[in-house]
Nanobody
């Protein structure tokens, strides 16, 4: 059974930093592409950053140069380092897991990030 658990959200001032973590159980992590999405009330979920099982990364234009996605296959964990946070980064952040050999996609329940002074 696959479980996806995000953590690391919280309240931070503009310009501050947070690191989100996503732990995946079910022995699929090393062969899965990982991604972080975010969603605010009334809006569609949007891609923030992704990383393939080979380590290739991609970012939304609005986080280029501020956020870094990474993964640690030994810990079955993906990370999202967020620097220079802005008020508009406030959202629930979700972790997505896409196994290479499965049509399924797995999601966590999300972690709230609030950027406010």
């Amino acid at each position: 059974q696959v479980q996806v658990v995000e953590s690391g959200g919280g309240l931070v001032q503009p310009g501050g930093s947070l690191t989100l973590s996503c732990v995946v159980s079910g022995r699929i992590f090393s062969t899965s592409a990982m991604a972080w999405y975010r969603q605010t009330p009334g809006k569609q979920r949007e891609l923030v950053a992704g990383i393939t099982n080979g380590g290739t990364t991609n970012y939304a234009d609005f986080v280029q140069g501020r956020f870094t996605i990474s993964r640690d296959n030994a810990k079955d964990t993906a990370y999202l380092q967020m620097n220079n946070l802005k008020v508009e980064d406030t959202a629930v952040y979700y972790c997505s897991v896409k196994p290479k050999f499965s049509p399924n996609e797995y999601w966590g329940l999300g972690t709230q990030v609030t950027v406010s002074s």
